[in-house]
């Protein structure tokens, strides 16, 4: 099926790292995305990775990708109070114009 | 600066009223896509647009329609066949590089309630 599988909800303490993981459906995407969205808003493009790369950082995001096991993770550094929010993954595998999402985790970051 | 347009914020819809969400976007983007979100749920795809004039299904396409006339807007009519309309609608934008699909970039999105 085309399910992205994410948990849904992950608990840190300011000004400590926070991993988000996600699982995707198929192994030829191209690029996995992360994006943000915070309450009343829309999806904000955090960070993307292309498929033949197994890391990337970008400042205090880094994003780990393993192409066998079909995961993709998310490491924010020194997660801030303004970090929390709500994160999903998403692929978009070749041959189609569409875009399959996770259901989303909510990042709670404790003061 | 470049991006997408949603509007209204907010929505009302009647009993047995059609309401048509606005989403205009200015990044000379060839697809575009309208997405459903409920409360503690991911996004739903309700239609998508690959060119002027053109646009398919998605899952949720029932009691939902759309036009594609000028490449720069996409709107959506929620129907009174919509049973259910109350959620937060988001529309997204994306372009192609050599064939592969780019991040897509969203509105702010419309939350639709019902009176």
């Known amino acids: 099926g085309e399910d992205v599988e994410q948990s849904l909800f992950l608990s840190v303490r300011e000004g400590d790292s926070s991993v988000i993981n996600c699982t995707y459906t198929?192994?030829?995407?191209?690029?996995l995305y992360w994006y943000k969205q915070e309450p009343g808003a829309g999806l904000q493009l955090l960070t993307y990775i292309f498929s033949n790369m197994d890391m990337k950082q970008d400042q205090r995001l880094t994003v780990l990708l393993n192409k066998k096991d079909k995961h993709l993770s998310l490491r924010i550094a020194d997660t801030q109070t303004g970090d929390s929010a709500i994160y999903f993954c998403?692929?978009?595998?070749?041959?189609?114009?569409?875009?399959?999402f996770g259901t989303g985790t909510r990042l709670k970051v404790l003061a | 600066d470049g991006g997408i347009t949603q509007s209204p914020k907010y929505l009302f819809r009647k009993e047995g009223q059609n309401v048509t969400l606005s989403c205009e976007q200015n990044?000379?983007?060839?697809?575009m896509y309208w997405y459903r979100q409920d409360p503690g749920q991911g996004l739903r795809l309700i239609y998508y647009?690959?060119?002027?004039?053109?646009?398919q299904k998605g899952d949720i396409a029932e009691g939902y329609s759309v036009s594609r006339e000028k490449k720069e807007s996409f709107p959506l009519t929620v129907t009174s066949a919509q049973k259910n309309p109350t959620a937060f609608y988001l529309c997204?934008?994306?372009?192609?590089?050599?064939?592969?699909?780019?991040?897509?970039?969203f509105g702010d999105g419309t939350r639709l309630s019902i009176l």
């Open positions: 997204a934008s994306s372009t192609r590089d050599r064939g592969i699909n780019q991040p897509q970039h």
């Open positions: 198929d192994s030829s995407s191209t690029y």
């Open positions: 998403a692929e978009s595998p070749p041959g189609t114009y569409k875009y399959i």
């Open positions: 647009s690959q060119i002027v004039n053109d646009f």
């Open positions: 990044l000379n983007h060839d697809a």
